[in-house]
């Protein structure tokens, strides 16, 4: 089991920068695929970026291409969205997810369905 747990949210102006991490628990953290999603509120939760395990793979919803990169430290645990050049459309509570990946260390995953633990969540808010 994973236990995930979001920092690094707030407030920022257009244009600004935010780099959220996700700590994992457990040692088989390695073996995790990982994602980030937003929800806007009245909004369903949305895809915006997922990571192998390895490392070796990622995967960008198409409005942040270019602008968010997801990295990820095993030796740390910890999973990374830096989120350059924000607009007021990236406000959102940004959620971490965990889908065990076992031998599939390229795999990533873009439905949330497809994840097994969450955390619970860090609010970003981009001034207009």
């Known amino acids: 089991q994973v236990q995930l747990v979001e920092s690094g949210g707030g407030l920022v102006q257009t244009g600004g920068s935010l780099r959220l991490s996700c700590a994992g628990s457990?040692?088989?953290?390695?073996?995790?695929?990982m994602g980030w999603f937003q929800q806007a509120p009245g909004k369903e939760r949305k895809f915006v970026a997922a990571?192998?395990?390895?490392?070796?793979?990622?995967n960008y919803e198409d409005s942040v291409k270019g602008r968010f990169t997801i990295s990820r430290d095993n030796a740390k645990n910890t999973v990374y969205l830096q989120m350059n050049s924000l607009k007021p459309e990236d406000t959102a509570v940004y959620y971490c997810?965990?889908?065990?990946?076992?031998?599939?260390?390229?795999?990533?995953?873009?439905?949330?369905?497809?994840?097994?633990?969450w955390g619970q969540g860090t609010q970003v808010t981009v001034s207009s």
């Open positions: 997810a965990a889908r065990h990946a076992h031998h599939l260390y390229s795999n990533v995953y873009t439905d949330s369905r497809e994840y097994d633990y």
């Open positions: 990571i192998s395990w390895s490392g070796s793979s990622t």
């Open positions: 457990g040692r088989t953290f390695n073996s995790y695929a």
